[in-house]
């Protein structure tokens, strides 16, 4: 798994120990050893406040940590064992225009070497359909700008090429030019720094794509990953093989790609209501 997706597991688990603690006032080895299924579903009620997909993630997390301590014997079963998962809709993402992409980027700063930073990493994010973590540990020597190619590392430390426009090259090209140098010759190969010379983290770059929607009046609830979306949207919608767009996102499952056939279909499905003689 991902770092991330192992810290929120990790921070469930945790959470979920605290409550009985503070509920029951014994020590997270005792509490281990008399679980039982009413725990799992009280906490689970005492959660009521996250959404489905959150309660989701929480009890896979627990079912998850359950399963190891039953093998390694610290419980003869497990407590989430006839715990139904919430039922979740199908997922749709928020995702942008082509318009609202280019309003975005356009609405970036460039007096500043951070403002060409930002556009870079915009352009990255968009043109290249990055998660996050994937734009913000990418490395110079990741990028093969004569063969318009980058090597991302994904989840799981998984290695994939994907396709880096003339665009984008050409941004990271002007950013690169006005960088400032950094002190650690560690952090030299990697392409996004932060004011100090040091990796951008995940909320920096959130906190800068909120504050660019604001300046371009986007008022959408957008986050990085909605460009991610917005990407791979337009290019089902540009008539992309869905087995491209799998490769090039790095999705495991096909099934993960197939959302964005879902939005294809309410884009048109919208288009074709709102022009139909017997609306």
């Known amino acids: 798994m991902s770092q991330h997706t192992t810290s929120s597991y990790v921070h469930d688990i945790e959470a979920f120990f605290l409550y009985l603690k503070e509920q029951k006032g014994i020590s997270a080895e005792a509490q281990l050893a008399q679980l039982s299924r009413e725990e799992v ?9 996250l959404t489905k997909r959150s309660q989701a993630r929480l009890l896979s997390a627990l079912r998850s940590f359950f399963t190891w301590a039953v093998t390694e014997e610290f419980l003869k079963g497990n407590p989430c ?4 998962m919430p ?13 609202e992409v280019e309003a975005l980027i356009a609405s970036v700063d460039l007096s500043t070497w951070m403002g060409l930073r930002d556009r870079a990493l915009l352009e990255v994010l968009y043109g290249c359909g990055l998660r996050v973590s994937e734009a913000v540990s990418l490395r110079l020597s990741d990028v093969f700008a004569k063969d318009f190619f980058i090597r991302v590392v994904g989840k799981g430390d998984k290695q994939r090429l994907v396709p880096i426009g003339e665009m984008a090259l050409e941004a990271l090209e002007q950013y690169l030019k006005q960088r400032p140098e950094v002190e650690d010759p560690k952090m030299g190969d990697l392409i996004f720094h932060n004011r100090f010379g040091k990796s951008l983290s995940r909320v920096s770059v959130f906190n800068m794509i909120k504050n660019q929607a604001l300046l371009a009046s986007i008022h959408k609830d957008i986050s990085p990953h909605t460009l991610r979306h917005s990407f791979a949207t337009h290019l089902v919608e540009n008539g992309a093989d869905l087995r491209v767009v799998q490769e090039m996102l790095g999705h495991e499952s096909i099934l ?24």
């Open 87 to 99: 039922k979740l809709g199908k997922y749709i993402p928020q995702v942008l225009s082509l318009e």
């Open 256 to 279: 993960t790609t197939e959302i964005y056939t879902h939005i294809d279909s309410s884009t048109w499905h919208k288009n074709i209501l709102s022009h139909h003689p017997r609306r």
């Open 81 to 84: 064992d006839g715990v139904e």
């Open 41 to 49: 579903l009280d906490y689970l009620k005492h959660r009521s406040e």
